[in-house]
């Protein structure tokens, strides 16, 4: 039973938050995980808890953090 931890900045939607769980279940089952065994809670933390540099790695695919 893998339980999986995702941390994110608060502020997110449910249905933001429920796509990366959706998007990290099925990464599981697709290496053999059964699709019943589901076990995930999320952190939120907000600017003040969760701090990033939005530079690293340098990639333009990288959001700035106010857009997050």
Request: aromatic fraction near 4%.
């Given at each position: 039973m893998p339980l999986v931890?995702?941390?994110l900045?608060?502020?997110r939607?449910?249905?933001?938050t429920s796509a990366i769980l959706d998007g990290?279940?099925?990464?599981l089952?697709?290496?053999g995980v059964p699709?019943?065994?589901r076990f995930q809670r999320v952190l939120e933390l907000d600017a003040r808890t969760f701090?990033?540099?939005a530079t690293y790695p340098t990639?333009?695919?990288r959001a700035a953090p106010s857009s997050c």
């Open positions: 931890t995702v941390t900045q608060k502020a939607s449910a249905e933001s990290v279940h099925r990464a089952v697709a290496n699709e019943t065994d701090r990033y540099d990639s333009p695919r």
